[in-house]
């Protein structure tokens, strides 16, 4: 399934994930990520058609006023995502968990390049996750 849209959809953020981004099922959290005093919006499926062995896809949508845009989707991803301290032009930093294979999983980060969020997984390997720093947005 893809994702065709970076123009502002006009609704609110239950309309812009079942119209634009077709996902019926996932976890919402908001959060303003770049200190402009407008909440952006992670959006985890849980959709069959955007999940795996590894984990869901995370959309992460900002909005300004009544208008939606998507910022990025990530695959992969798992909870819980924490809002850590640290942030890159001008956006926090997100942890989030990676699964390796069936019994390892990874401490990740999210950080922002100046246009999109990237990830990068840590390497150390996670004994509990419940331990992971930052303010907890989506839980496992």
């Known amino acids: 399934t893809a994702v ?4 502002p959809f006009a609704g609110d953020i239950s309309s ?19 200190a402009d005093g407008n909440l952006e919006h992670l959006l985890l499926a849980r959709d ?9 896809t995370l959309f ?14 990530l695959r992969t ?12 032009h ?5 942890g989030f968990v990676s699964r390796f294979d069936a019994a390892t999983n990874y401490e990740g980060r999210l950080t922002f390049d100046g246009s999109n ?6 390497p150390q390997v996670l ?7 930052g303010e907890l947005l989506i839980e496992r």
């Open 4 to 7: 065709a849209t970076v123009q």
């Open 16 to 34: 812009f994930a079942s119209n634009v981004l077709e996902i019926k099922e996932y976890v919402l959290a908001s959060s303003d990520l770049n």
């Open 48 to 56: 069959l058609d955007w999940c795996g062995t590894g984990g869901c």
């Open 60 to 73: 992460i949508v900002s909005q300004s006023g009544d208008n939606l845009t998507l910022v990025n989707r």
């Open 77 to 88: 991803i798992q909870g819980p995502i924490r809002l850590l301290e640290t942030g890159h």
């Open 90 to 94: 001008g956006w926090r930093d997100l």
């Open 117 to 122: 969020y990237i990830k990068s997984e840590l």
């Open 127 to 133: 004994e509990r996750t419940d331990n992971l720093q």
